[in-house]
């Protein structure tokens, strides 16, 4: 059973930056594609990035292109999250999931989310 970790959240004020990373348990990390969702409070869970199993493909929300940052590293069966110039309205719990690989946003499999708070 694959198991997802997410670490790296955490509180910051507006415009500073945090990288999540998502660590992923098994040996066929390789192969699927993997996504970020976030969830803020009283709000539905929404689709941030995602990248395919070999990082040719990269969308993001309109919402966090040209500050957030996804990437992967598959000898670490690790994703990464990279989030630059914060905004309060970035605050939410992130998910890391395995996702499909045709849509990339069709999650599979959640980890257990980490909290970031984006102070104003």
């Known amino acids: 059973q694959v198991q997802l970790v997410e670490s790296g959240g955490g509180l910051v004020q507006a415009g500073g930056s945090l990288r999540l990373s998502c660590a992923a348990s098994?040996?066929?990390?390789?192969?699927?594609?993997m996504g970020w969702f976030r969830q803020a409070l009283g709000k539905e869970r929404d689709f941030v990035a995602a990248?395919?199993?070999?990082?040719?493909?990269?969308p993001y929300a309109d919402s966090v292109k040209g500050r957030f940052t996804i990437s992967r590293d598959n000898a670490k069966s690790t994703v990464y999250l990279q989030m630059n110039s914060l905004k309060p309205e970035d605050t939410a719990v992130y998910y890391c999931?395995?996702?499909?690989?045709?849509?990339?946003?069709?999650?599979?499999?959640w980890g257990q989310g980490t909290q970031v708070t984006v102070s104003s």
């Open positions: 999931a395995q996702v499909d690989g045709v849509t990339l946003r069709l999650p599979k499999l």
């Open positions: 098994g040996s066929t990390f390789s192969s699927y594609a």
């Open positions: 990248i395919t199993s070999r990082g040719s493909r990269t």
